[in-house]
């Protein structure tokens, strides 16, 4: 925090130092959107991705951007130089604005654009070696005529509502279903699972009709299973399919991707990692320490 910088509508200002408006709709209503992104070895892992979802966010709830996409990508390539980090978390985060008490976007002056960069660490190393205990939520996913999980809005009390269950039973993570009782996601991770077909394995994963956040690290998971031969289905996936499932992981741009071993108290599969999830999670590995950019 001491020496780190936030950029702000252009302009980088020391993190302490770093505020925007009590009036601005994004704390007043949670009107806003935003990204998480990741930098390893000073490389921006699909940032062109991520800012192509964020301009989706912003024309789904009618917001003006006011900076173009070369623009932004720039802006976050200099806030990570500026904060002298070649691998960290970068939050892009934009609000509708400063306006008044009323809900009307319409009255706010100009969204406001800012940059986070920092360290995380989401899950502890345990986990990632052995699997993570998750639940499945009560709280069903907002409903996609209401609000799109597709849009990575900056209201994410659904989401919050099912991570406090989680929390309450003692584990980090939630399934959370879709108002037809089918599985959609996690409160802010991707579910994958993999069924052994007479010795074939299939990966299967919700679609994006399930309601779900169109992630960009299940994209790329999707993209390595492909390139490696395992079949992908996208498909309506039951807790059915879950409790029965050979195994299961999670993807996110935070938790990459990280094996389940327990389901609502239940051991899934051998309750140990499965073969399939390690073979990822390693070429997952591999791809983003050595990765391109996009
Ligand atoms: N679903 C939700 C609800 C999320 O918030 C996130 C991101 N944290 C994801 C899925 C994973 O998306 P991505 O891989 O783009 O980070």
Not at 64 to 80: C, F, G, H, N, W
Not at 102 to 109: A, F
Request: hydrophobic share 40%; proline share 4%.
């Amino acid at each position: 925090m001491a020496d780190s910088r936030v950029w702000i509508n252009g302009e980088l200002i020391p993190a302490d130092q770093a505020s925007i408006s009590v009036f601005d709709h994004g704390l007043l209503y949670g009107d806003g959107i935003f990204e998480g992104i990741r930098a390893y070895n000073g490389r921006v892992l699909k940032l062109t991705s991520h800012l192509k979802r964020l301009y989706e966010s912003a024309g789904y709830i009618s917001l003006k951007m006011p900076y173009s996409i070369d623009e932004l990508d720039q802006a976050v390539r200099e806030t990570l130089a500026a904060n002298d980090k070649t691998d960290g978390y970068i939050r892009l985060c934009v609000t509708r604005g400063t306006g008044t008490m009323g809900l009307n976007p319409y009255l706010c002056e100009k969204a406001t654009v800012f940059i986070i960069v920092c360290d995380i660490k989401l899950y502890p190393a345990e986990m990632y070696e052995h699997g993570m205990a998750i639940i499945t939520a009560a709280t069903i996913r907002n409903h996609p005529e209401a609000l799109s999980p597709r849009c990575k809005s900056m209201n994410y009390l659904n989401n919050i509502m099912a991570k406090i269950e989680a929390i309450n039973a003692g584990v980090a993570e939630a399934i959370m279903c879709n108002h037809q009782g089918h599985v959609a996601e996690c409160t802010g991770d991707n579910l994958f699972l993999v069924k052994h077909e007479s010795d074939k394995p299939v990966l299967i994963t919700p679609g994006l009709n399930a309601g779900i956040l169109e992630g960009i690290t299940r994209n790329l998971v999707i993209e390595l299973a492909e390139e490696a031969g395992i079949e992908v289905r996208q498909m309506d996936v039951t807790r059915y399919d879950v409790y029965t499932a050979d195994e299961l992981f999670l993807t996110g741009t935070a938790a990459e991707v990280i094996p389940v071993t327990k389901v609502d108290a239940r051991p899934i599969g051998t309750g140990k990692v499965g073969p399939i999830s390690q073979q990822l999670i390693t070429r997952f590995r591999e791809v983003v320490d050595n990765a391109p950019e996009d």
